[in-house]
């Protein structure tokens, strides 16, 4: 059963660059048959879809925010990553890495989640 | 604002069934059978337990069951029990932003 488990600072200052990695085990993200998404929830309800990367580099963002986001790929650590520049408060939530089938809409696997929160 | 529509809350005594819906627009729900619906307690990430309307996942029960009429998914939880009780939100892909996009959650009760 593939587990997914997210990384990375849970505070960031405003104007700064959010990092995070999903490092993906109990399953290769080599397999073509999924996408790697991100998605964020606010204070314990709204989600939000940020984007996906396949195995071969290829992604696809939410056009919100398209100017501030990249996600990267490792398949050698069998890893994804995201970036958010220029975070704002509004950015402040527990950001989540998904499995999603490829060609579906739905998520079957997620990550615990890791709260960021946006303070100097 | 979330792009589907969902009651805040419902509740329901252990052994009934209670129904969740998801409202959209012809543009996601009424449109395309893809509405997912996820349950999240407290603290936890969410879990898929209905996709494409009314599959589900070979771990999870056959007490929960999805369906569709018109711009409006429903989710039905029968023989309530008390572990049910947590969030549930309703996603659906849209044409008009070519997104997942998901309800604003709804609270179950077990009382």
């Known amino acids: 059963q593939v587990q997914l488990q997210e990384s990375g600072p849970g505070l960031v200052k405003p104007s700064q660059t959010l990092s995070l990695t999903c490092t993906v085990s109990?399953?290769?993200?080599?397999?073509?048959?999924?996408?790697w998404s991100w998605i964020r929830q606010y204070s314990g309800r709204g989600l939000e879809w940020l984007g996906y990367?396949?195995?071969?580099?290829?992604?696809f963002y939410n056009p919100s925010l398209k100017r501030r986001i990249t996600i990267s790929i490792d398949t050698s650590k069998n890893q994804f990553s995201l970036s958010l520049r220029y975070v704002t408060a509004a950015d402040a939530a527990v950001y989540y890495c998904?499995?999603?089938?490829?060609?579906?809409?739905?998520?079957?696997?997620w990550g615990q989640g890791t709260l960021v929160t946006v303070s100097s | 604002q979330s792009a589907l529509t969902q009651p805040a809350s419902v509740s329901g005594s252990p052994g009934q069934s209670i129904t969740i819906s998801c409202t959209g627009t012809s543009d996601d729900i009424g449109d395309y059978n893809y509405v997912s619906w996820y349950q999240q307690h407290p603290g936890k990430a969410p879990k898929l337990i209905i996709y494409?309307?009314?599959h589900r996942p070979s771990r999870v029960s056959n007490r929960f069951s999805g369906s569709k009429s018109g711009d409006t998914a429903s989710l039905t939880i029968s023989g309530l029990q008390a572990d049910d009780e947590a969030d549930y939100f309703c996603s659906s892909y849209s044409s008009t932003t070519t997104l997942v996009v998901f309800g604003g959650g709804t609270k179950l009760t077990v009382l």
């Open positions: 494409d309307v009314s």
């Open positions: 998904a499995r999603q089938d490829y060609g579906a809409d739905y998520f079957d696997s």
């Open positions: 109990g399953g290769s993200i080599r397999n073509g048959g999924f996408y």
């Open positions: 990367i396949f195995y071969t580099g290829s992604t």
